[in-house]
C-alpha cells in the first residue's frame, strides 16, 4: 500500500502544481520557473536517498512532483515561443522523446548500478549535482524569456523578430 502512495503522492502534487506553475511561467520568467524546478526536483530527489521514515519518503516524492510542474509547462512554452508549424512540433517531439528515453535509461542505469553495488550504496552515492545542471542560468546570448511582457510571441529563432 505505501509503494502506491509514493507513486501516487508525486502525481497528485504534479498535477495539482502544474497549472499553478504554468501561470507563473507565463506571467514572470519562464528561465526562473524552469530553474526553480529542476532545483527542487534534484533536491528532494537527493534528499529521498537519505530518509529513515515512510513519511519522509512521501513528502520527497511530493516535492519532486512539484519541481517537475514547474519546468513542465514552462518548457513547453518556451519551445513553442522559439519554434513556428513544423520546426515547433519537431522540437516539441523531441522534447518528449528525451523525456521518455531518460526516463527509461535513468530506470534502466539505476537497476544497473543497484545489481552492482547494491540498493542502499546506490541510492545514497547518488550525486545530488546530477540533476542540478539544469538550474544553472542559460548563456548570456540566449534572450530572456518573460511570458507576460512578451505579448505571448516573444522573440522566435526562424525569423529572428515578432
Do not use: K, N
Not at 61 to 72: D, K, L, Q, S
Request: some cysteine; aromatic content about 10%; charged content about 10%.
Amino acid at each position: 500500500m505505501q509503494l502506491g502512495w509514493l507513486g501516487s503522492a508525486y502525481v497528485i502534487v504534479l498535477s495539482l502544481a502544474a497549472l499553478p506553475l504554468g501561470v507563473i511561467g507565463d506571467l514572470r520568467s519562464r528561465r526562473a520557473v524552469i530553474a526553480f524546478g529542476v532545483g527542487l526536483w534534484s533536491a528532494c530527489t537527493a534528499l529521498g536517498a537519505a530518509v529513515h521514515r515512510f513519511w519522509q519518503l512521501l513528502a520527497c516524492r511530493a516535492m519532486v512532483g512539484v519541481g517537475e510542474a514547474g519546468y513542465g509547462p514552462a518548457a513547453q512554452a518556451l519551445i513553442a515561443e522559439f519554434y513556428q508549424g513544423r520546426q515547433r512540433a519537431f522540437a516539441i517531439g523531441i522534447y518528449s522523446v528525451g523525456m521518455a528515453f531518460g526516463g527509461v535509461l535513468g530506470i534502466w542505469l539505476g537497476g544497473v548500478l543497484a545489481e552492482h553495488y547494491g540498493r542502499a550504496s546506490c541510492s545514497r552515492s547518488s550525486p545530488p549535482a546530477c540533476g542540478s545542471r539544469g538550474a544553472v542560468p542559460p548563456p548570456r546570448w540566449l534572450p530572456p524569456s518573460v511570458g507576460g511582457s512578451s505579448g505571448g510571441g516573444g522573440r522566435r529563432c526562424s525569423t529572428g523578430s515578432r
